[in-house]
C-alpha cells in the first residue's frame, strides 16, 4: 500500500524559533496534502491544503504566515511552524490521498513540544 | 455548520462487543469513515462507507445509514490491543474530511 512519511517524529525546540516538518509520499505522487493539527484528547484540526506548484489553502484561524506550508515537488509537502511558541506544541499529521480523494494515506505524525 | 457526534468514551470487556455510535450533519456526503488511532501515533485506517448497510471486515464491522445521518462501528471479540481511540470522520461534497472527536475505548480484562 501507499506509504506517507514525516520527519521528524518528534522536535523540541526553544520559544521563538522555527521547525521545519516535512512530509513525504515514498511510493506515489501527491498533488494534494493535508496538514493537521491535533491537541491531547482532542480529534484532527484541518490547518490546511497544500498544493503543488500553488499556494496552500488555509483553514479558517490558521494563519499562513504563521504555518508556512511549502509543497516543492509531487512527493513532498514541508510544514514550517515560525516563531514557535508554547501553545504551538501539538501532534502534527500529514496525509495524502492516494486513487481518489476518499483514500487518505496518514503520515506517523511529528509531536512538537516548544519550551 | 457541520457537525460529527460520538461518544466521549466507552469502556468494555475482552471478549466481548461494543458498539461506537456517530451521527452526522455535514454539507454533502461522500463517504463515512472509522479510523483507530492509538495515543501517541497517527490514526490508521479501519473502514469506509459511501452506501447504505453493513460492512464487514474481520472482527470489524462499519454499518451505515445516510438517510438518518447515522453509523456505527461494532467491534467483536475484543483483545486488550483493541484498546485506542476511534475517530469518525466524514468525506463532505467538498472532498474535505470532517472529523469527529474521537471515542476512547478501554478494554478491561
Known amino acids: 500500500g501507499a506509504v506517507v512519511s514525516q520527519h521528524p517524529s518528534r522536535v523540541i525546540c526553544k520559544s521563538g524559533t522555527s521547525v521545519k516538518i516535512e512530509c513525504r509520499s515514498l511510493?506515489?505522487?501527491?498533488?494534494?496534502m493535508f496538514w493537521y493539527r491535533q491537541f491531547p484528547k482532542q480529534s484532527l484540526m484541518l490547518m490546511a491544503t497544500?498544493?503543488?506548484?500553488?499556494?496552500?489553502?488555509?483553514e479558517q484561524g490558521v494563519e499562513k504566515d504563521k504555518f508556512l506550508i511549502n509543497h516543492a515537488s509531487l512527493t513532498l509537502s514541508t510544514l514550517t511552524v515560525t516563531s514557535a511558541h508554547p501553545e504551538d506544541s501539538s501532534f502534527y499529521i500529514c496525509?495524502?490521498?492516494?486513487?481518489?480523494?476518499?483514500?487518505?494515506?496518514f503520515g506517523p505524525g511529528t509531536r512538537l513540544l516548544v519550551l | 455548520g457541520q457537525n460529527i457526534d460520538q461518544p466521549t468514551e466507552m469502556t468494555a470487556t475482552e471478549g466481548a462487543i461494543v458498539q461506537i455510535n456517530c451521527t452526522y450533519q455535514?454539507?454533502?456526503?461522500?463517504?463515512l469513515f472509522w479510523y483507530q488511532q492509538h495515543a501517541g501515533e497517527a490514526p490508521t485506517f479501519l473502514s469506509y462507507?459511501?452506501l447504505d448497510g453493513l460492512e464487514e471486515k474481520g472482527r470489524f464491522s462499519s454499518f451505515l445509514s445516510r438517510s438518518k445521518g447515522y453509523s456505527y462501528l461494532l467491534l467483536k471479540e475484543l483483545q486488550m490491543k483493541d484498546s485506542a481511540s476511534y475517530l469518525c470522520?466524514?468525506?463532505?461534497?467538498?472532498?474535505?474530511?470532517?472529523w469527529g472527536a474521537g471515542t476512547k475505548l478501554i478494554i478491561k480484562p
Open positions: 496525509s495524502a490521498p492516494f486513487g481518489g480523494m476518499e483514500t487518505q494515506y
Open positions: 511510493d506515489f505522487q501527491a498533488t494534494t
Open positions: 497544500s498544493n503543488e506548484g500553488s499556494k496552500a489553502t488555509y
Open positions: 455535514t454539507s454533502g456526503f461522500n463517504g
Open positions: 462507507n459511501v
Open positions: 470522520a466524514v468525506l463532505d461534497s467538498n472532498y474535505q474530511l470532517i
